[in-house]
Nanobody, 127 residues
Framework: QVQLVESGGDLVQPGGSLRLSCATS????????IAWFRQAPGKEREGISCISTSDGRTYYAESVKGRFTISRDNAKNTVYLSMNSLKPEDTGVYYC????????????????????WGQGTQVTVSS
């Protein structure tokens, strides 16, 4: 059974840092693509980063490039999102999702590309 469980969300001040974790089960981290999405109140869910676990290629939305880093630990079946220089506009519920296709997503951060989702973890950036 495929499962993804996010953790690490918290209240942090602007300029601060957080690391989110996405613990996975039901598949191995040697070929799928794992992505992080977020949804701010009253806004649509947006893709922010993804990683190909087969070759480590990464992709970032422009809004987080240079501040966020996605990584994975295959031994722990966990994907991480390290977030630095956080801004109030980074506030939202953060979700991880997996694309189990061998070819990977046609659109790296396309919501419809991803098959399974976690329940989300809240990140609030506020002073």
């Amino acid at each position: 059974q495929v499962q993804l469980v996010e953790s690490g969300g918290d209240l942090v001040q602007p300029g601060g840092s957080l690391r989110l974790s996405c613990a996975t089960s039901g598949f191995t981290l040697d070929y799928p693509t794992i992505a992080w999405f977020r949804q701010a109140p009253g806004k649509e869910r947006e893709g922010i980063s993804c990683i190909s676990t087969s070759d480590g290629r990464t992709y970032y939305a422009e809004s987080v490039k240079g501040r966020f880093t996605i990584s994975r630990d295959n031994a722990k079946n966990t994907v991480y999102l390290s977030m630095n220089s956080l801004k109030p506009e980074d506030t939202g519920v953060y979700y991880c999702a997996v694309d189990l296709s061998w070819a990977g997503p046609n659109t790296p951060l396309g919501i419809s590309e991803y098959d399974y989702w976690g329940q989300g973890t809240q990140v609030t950036v506020s002073s």
